[in-house]
């Protein structure tokens, strides 16, 4: 639908609030502009919605926004913030500005539409690959962004030469600005009517979510504030909190932002976590201080917060405290080692609780494992250990037999994730595959894509540069993680639906980075435990086919291939 400025008025308090001019957003709020009022020509909230966006039905893969600011309400607005910002945040100003939107009847709850990503940078469940259509369809939606975003700075531009020449102080340059926004808008124009999937925010919901500045709408609303309020997606305000870019151990003052304008020399702008041994104190600078006052965690509990509480699809808060990504992009989890220590305290129902689509907290947890695993000097070296979260979870009883609704065990999460690092996280993902398997859980067992978990391990690929050594640590890694699926009763021989064997799956192994270090050691590896290279699947092709076809193995395979074939 094309967009049209209805209310010119609701247009310009909304600029002034993102660009923080908070004179001109009290001038326009005394002057009887109304903070919840659209400036489009959207009937509703809810157009262009599907009435299933969050049901139950999409429990196994729920919606993925893409941020456009251009259907943001005024509150929204007035952080300064994006999801995953790393702009600084002018708090006191942001203060300023919500307090006067809320003072003047701006609604915290309001809902606002959102674009859904159909495709998403996120693997869900162990053997999903990455949707190809992404980056394409990121970039139309920013695009479309844009050009909505066009239409609003031409309807403020013609707005002030109205006003300029009512008042006799018209200057034609400014007609240039317009002209060349018009010249700019006409690349992207057509992207306005690119088919979109919306789904429907809440103001306090989103702030929470994005790990933004929320603290003047808990103070404006003081008792008042609705702790249970559920946005259309089912989750309360402490269910978004568990899901936050910052997450539930984070002070309520406490933004994303504090970490992520860090100065490698001078350290992090404000650190959110007020704990006293926190991850984040050997960043902090100089001249910087922690936030105080109360976690979202305990502040949800002083509220009454109810914490057994689940959302559309089922998921509890141990469930989302593994989730903690909402657009579409990812980065470091935050901490979460109070509030999860709390849960499985307080809550130990919540461990063995399945969501809708029958995913375990102990799922995501070691999914969870699957985020960045490369130290980066602007992160603590501590905050990579992720496996603490599945060793709390299986010291408190949680159930290693479980499977999720596609069939996935223990062993297919693990397999699908880090099984094969090179790095210490590789080593405490290979205890924990010791750990299931001597719980019994079956290394034969396949999930409903017909996969184990052995398959599943032999198609991830390890990019990792080359370096020296890289040929006997990745064939020793494979010869560790393959001989325990053996001891347990794994037949490698035994071929998949398609009539392949693991070294089928080896020699397609294939890597954005160009070459896959651990494909060629793990195809030798095979190789000499007998696995035949010349053998053919239900398409007639051997591994050696595929092998040749793959550029990530291939380098090393053209060397070697008249001794392999012999």
């Known amino acids: 639908m094309l967009l049209e400025v209805r209310d010119i008025a609701a247009l310009e308090l909304y600029e002034a609030v993102g660009e923080g001019r908070i004179d001109r957003v009290e001038s326009l709020l005394a002057a009887g502009v109304e903070p919840n009022a659209r400036f489009d020509n959207l009937e509703s909230v809810f157009t262009g919605v599907a ?152 103001v306090v919901h989103a702030l929470l979510e994005g790990g933004m500045f929320v603290q003047p709408i808990f103070d404006f609303l003081g008792d008042t504030l609705d702790v249970e309020r559920r946005d259309p997606q089912g989750r309360t305000l402490f269910l978004a909190a568990c899901r936050s870019r910052v997450g539930p151990d984070a002070a309520t003052s406490g933004v994303y932002g504090g970490l992520s304008t860090i100065n490698y020399d001078t350290g992090i702008h ?82 063995n609780q399945p969501d809708k689509a029958g995913s375990y907290p102990l799922h995501l947890a070691i999914w969870r494992m699957n985020s960045i695993m490369i130290p980066a000097r602007d992160s603590p070296a501590s905050i ?64 409903a894509a017909g996969m184990t978990a052995l398959e599943i391990f032999c198609t991830v690929s390890y990019d990792e540069f080359g370096d020296e050594g890289f040929y006997d640590r990745y064939f020793a890694i494979a010869q560790d993680v393959i001989g325990q699926f053996e001891k347990a009763g794994y037949n ?35 190789r000499s435990k007998g696995l035949d290279p010349m053998a053919k699947d239900g398409e007639g092709k051997t591994p050696i086919d595929i092998a040749e076809e793959n550029e990530s193995i291939n380098v090393w395979l053209l060397e070697e291939r008249e001794s392999i074939v012999a």
Not at 317 to 339: E, K, Q, R, S, V
Not at 399 to 413: E, P, S
Request: charged fraction near 25%.
């Open 51 to 202: 009435e299933d966006w969050a049901s139950e039905d999409k429990s196994s893969r729920p919606p993925l926004f893409n941020l456009d600011q251009t259907e943001q309400p005024a509150l929204r607005r007035a952080t300064g913030e994006s999801e995953g910002s790393c702009s600084y945040l002018d708090k006191p100003k942001a203060t300023r500005l919500m307090n006067a939107l809320l003072q003047h009847g701006a609604d915290p709850y309001a809902l606002y539409r959102q674009p859904i990503l159909k495709y998403r940078y996120v693997r869900l469940y162990p053997g999903q690959t990455r949707d190809e259509e992404v980056d394409d369809e990121a970039t139309d939606l920013d695009r479309m962004s844009f050009a909505r975003r066009g239409i609003m700075e031409k309807a403020l531009g013609l707005e002030r030469k109205h006003r300029d020449l009512e008042q006799g102080v018209y200057d034609p340059s400014r007609d240039e600005f317009i002209g060349d926004f018009e010249g700019s808008l006409d690349d992207v124009i057509e992207y306005l009517d690119l088919p979109v999937n919306y789904g429907v925010r809440s």
């Open 384 to 447: 990579y250990h992720f496996e603490t979260a599945v060793d709390s979870l299986l010291a408190a009883n949680a159930d290693t037999a479980v499977r999720d609704g596609r069939g996935n065990t223990l062993l297919h999460y693990l397999a699908g994730s880090r099984l094969g690092e090179r790095d210490r996280m590789g080593d405490g993902q290979r205890r924990f595959l010791r750990r299931f398997l001597k719980d019994g859980v079956d290394p034969r067992a396949r999930n």
């Open 270 to 351: 404000e650190n959110p976590y007020p704990q006293a041994e926190n991850l984040w104190r050997e960043f902090e600078a100089k001249n910087s201080k922690a936030c105080t006052g109360p976690t979202f965690l305990s502040f949800f509990i002083s509220r009454g917060a109810d914490l057994l509480a689940v959302d559309n699809y089922g998921k509890n808060a141990l469930h989302l405290l593994f989730t903690y990504t909402d657009c579409a992009w990812i980065g470091l989890p935050p901490p979460i080692d109070t509030t999860l220590a709390h849960l499985i305290k307080t809550c130990p129902s919540l461990i």
């Open 492 to 526: 490698i021989q035994e071929t998949n639906a398609k009539g392949q064997t693991l070294l089928h799956l080896v020699a397609g192994i294939t890597s954005s980075e160009g070459i896959s270090w651990s494909a060629w050691p793990w195809f030798q590896l095979l």
